[in-house]
């Protein structure tokens, strides 16, 4: 053996040995960059490649919530939801400080004949994060089709509030079952 391979060995070695070393104790920075990979496939509309992407993040990091909510959130725009449910309850497991998690997931729910079970993931987020006018809208969704009315108002002057957008096919309706009790004073 010539000393240049046993440089080369040795470099290759100490390289192998740092990277293993480097993951050992960051294993979440490997998983967010798996995850960063899998949300560009995701924009560039390969749903197959983040989700190959999601599941590396998840073997990176198994103890990770954004590998979980990742596979999740394209399970749902599959519209697979009983394969999301499964990842969303994963991801809030891993992390009860999620509040995309919840969101996503009662959203999830109220595509499905499961939409009660969504109220208590809403509260959960909007607990969370108060000032995310997305939540709001989110709740005067579920209160519209729940037909709790001046509840979903309730909500959609919230989510204006705090400058969320509602969609105006989502107010007309709104308005065709309830006018806006705001405009009645």
Known sequence: MTWKTIFRSSLAILLLAAWVGAGAKEPENYAKGAAD???????????????ERFGRAIKLDPQW?????????????????????????????LDPGFARAYSDYALALMSTKR???????LLKAQQ????????????????FLAGKYAKAWEHVHGAEALHAEISENFLRSLRSRMPDPRLDI
């Open 37 to 51: 990979m899998a949300w560009i496939s995701f924009q560039r509309g390969d749903l197959d490649g983040a989700m």
């Open 115 to 121: 939409a009660p079970e969504a109220l208590p993931l």
């Open 65 to 93: 919530a954004g590998g979980y909510y990742g596979k999740a959130y394209i399970y749902s725009q599959r519209e697979e939801f009983e394969l999301a449910f499964d990842y969303y309850r994963k991801a809030v497991e």
């Open 128 to 143: 969370l994060e108060p000032e995310n006018g997305m939540h709001h809208a989110r709740l005067a969704l579920y209160y």
